[in-house]
């Protein structure tokens, strides 16, 4: 008997689904190969861990945590194993919270159990995987995204929970976007061809804002294409591509083929490298509104990005209509909301911010049981805009110093902390909180 014809007839035979000659035709070869053998001992090992995650009490388990993690709100799970324990926790409004802990056994079996609702594999515990499984809850539409990293001392696995309820709630009013700020992001986005970047680290928002603007540009009269990696919401009238590079479908590929559908609006997920980002130009410059994202700290840092990453200075100039950056602080939580007196390191920063008055009392919360007495519940954005206008445009072209367009540019925007100020003083997230998220953003003097 070869081992392949073996390797196939090793489950049902430790599951004892053979017939007698049958059975006796692969106990003989296990016996006479030692490869095959060992493979027969993993396998029984895995048919072991695989019977204890179809338990009751272990899928009882499983639905305990993501229905603990939908009622909280949190928007990842996060499954990891330490030298004494296995840690269950919850990001809930950006911030980590363990909820409970598992003993080793347990800990297998739950995560076997998840990889089985994803279907995912369940014997390869030594290489990432990625699945997704859809459900719902308390009357929302969910679909889970999860991630498996084998670690040193076990595999890792992250779940982030996406509602799909949201999507027509979608909205740059939910956004937090107000004022000057809101005015001149929607007259760039209105705009009929160019690139429009969303900008800021992982976990800001950006994906939430694409899909926002995406929203309020899908109009029957226009044809709107997304190319994501992954597609996280599906929206109504948008022709949305899922990157595959297995087969070859990456960023520039599916960028080239999506000018062949006669769109109005691209969407491409992320700019990365000089490939998609010139693909994306030459979408622009052929007469397409291209929205994309990059990982910058603010928005003025687009074009030293587009810069490093290979973009000819001209082409920038050509191109780039404008850059939005973002940051997610947490909100004060409205049942446990007081006033207090902020110290001076908090009145230095607000003035810092543009605010000349500070005011004597601020707000904050003291906790609560609705906000898990951290003092804040949600989440929302504060924001900065820059257009690329004739001015940055001559000094691009001009192969002016970069720091010296950046102060330029910098010089006509609203900033990221001033826009936190004003929420500050309107009792909406508070100072200490603003300081914490905004403490890594640059200054351009």
Partial sequence: MKCETCRELLTAYLKDELEEPKKAQVEEHLAQC???????????????????????????????????????????????????????????????????KLDRSTYLAVVDRIKQMADMSVSDRNVPQDGRLHTRYGGKDLDIRISTMPAVLGQSVVMRILDRTVVPLLSLDRLGLRGDTREKLESLIHKPCGIFIVTGPTGSGKTTTLYSILQMLNKRERHVMSVEDPVEYQIDGITQIHLNRKVGLDFPTAMRHCMRQDPDIIMCGEIRDLETARMAIQAALTGHLVLTTLHTNDSVGVIRRLVDIGVERFLIAASLLGAHAQRLVRMVCDDCKEKYAPGPEEVAWLREAGIEAAPEKLWRGSGCDNCRNTGYRSRIAVHEVFALDEQIQTMLSEDTDLREIEQAVAAKLVPMRHDAAQKILAGETSAPEAMRVLAFTPKYE
């Fill in 34 to 100: 030692a490869e095959c053998a060992k493979e027969a001992e993993g396998a029984r090992k895995v048919l072991v861990i695989v019977d204890r995650a179809s338990e009751p009490s272990i899928i009882e388990l499983v639905n305990e945590i993501v229905q603990g993690a939908i009622e909280a709100g949190a928007s990842d799970i996060h499954i990891q194993r330490s030298s004494d324990h296995v840690s269950v926790r919850y990001r809930v409004d950006g911030v980590l919270h363990e909820t409970r």
